[in-house]
């Protein structure tokens, strides 16, 4: 933990040097990037070393046993492969049909900053509120549209059968439930985190991600066999259970009561 948190801390430091001293751009973070990682990388290969460690890598050469890794593969790719690739490509098409609600929730940040900092709250509800249906419909929408193109993206990118049935599966099951959930999970809480909500905000996203998205799935796959599809049920539960705290504390009035600067 240690180490990541002085790679970043470096990397924060060379962006800083190498984009605004030095002037090499997109360049200079990438080379920022790059030389906090390798730091990270040496530092530790150095720890692995040192006798006191759990695990000591006497030597960096470490020889393959590549008739386990032979029966490992053999189990794992045959039954691993197809729900990985339905899984992946679920994934890029939940993060497309989202990305425009998402847009509008950054843009409301925008919109609740400026009214509570003018003093007008009741404005920053009204705008809250409002935006929050306009969101609906560009989810509704968004979520239509990927839905009738998941098959023919499915067949372009030349996918097993298997999964691309496994993957508009999935896709029918976000179609149905994101519209009705995922909006009122997400875009009040970027209104009230411009608020200065914060520290609500963050407890409340982390605890049902843990217990839902974590917890659920995990539950869902180990106990009773669930297959890729656990990881969209308790990705909805997540959203639902997260939409029915933001709107309660959103109706309460006390993300109001908190002042940012």
């Not at 060379?14 to 001293?21: D, H, K, P, S, Y």
């Not at 920022?32 to 050469?61: H, N």
């Not at 590549?66 to 990985?84: D, E």
């Not at 217990?211 to 106990?223: E, F, G, N």
Request: glycine share 10%; with cysteine; hydrophobic share 55%.
């Amino acid at each position: 933990m240690i180490i990541s948190v002085l790679s970043n801390l470096m990397n924060i430091a060379g962006n800083a040097l190498f984009i605004f001293v030095f002037g090499w751009g997109v360049a200079g973070a990438a080379l920022s990037t790059l030389l906090s990682r390798i730091f990270c990388a040496v530092v530790i290969f150095g720890f692995l070393r040192l006798s006191r460690q759990a695990i000591v890598i006497r030597r960096y050469l470490v020889r393959p046993d590549f008739q386990m890794i032979k029966r490992i593969l053999s189990i794992g790719i045959p039954s691993g492969t197809i729900s990985i690739a339905a899984n992946a490509m679920t994934i890029i098409l939940e993060n497309l049909n989202g990305i425009g609600g998402i847009g509008i929730g950054i843009g409301l940040m925008t919109v609740v900053g400026q009214t509570i900092g003018a003093g007008k709250p009741d404005e920053a509800k009204f705008y809250i509120a409002r935006v929050t249906w306009y969101a609906e419909l560009v989810i509704l929408g968004s979520c239509l549209l990927v839905f009738i193109l998941t098959k023919p993206v499915t067949a372009l990118a030349g996918m097993d059968p298997t999964a691309a049935d496994m993957c508009f599966q999935m896709v029918v099951f976000i179609t149905v439930l994101k519209p009705i959930v995922w909006v009122f999970s997400f875009i009040p809480a970027y209104g009230m985190r411009a608020a200065g909500d914060v520290k609500f905000s963050m407890i409340a996203s982390s605890l049902t991600m843990w217990l839902c998205r974590v917890l659920l799935t995990t539950l869902l796959i180990r106990v009773f066999h669930f297959g890729p599809i656990a990881v969209w049920i308790g990705m909805a539960s997540d959203w639902t259970c997260r939409g029915i705290v933001f709107t309660i504390r959103f109706f309460s009035g006390k993300w109001l009561k908190h002042y940012v600067i």
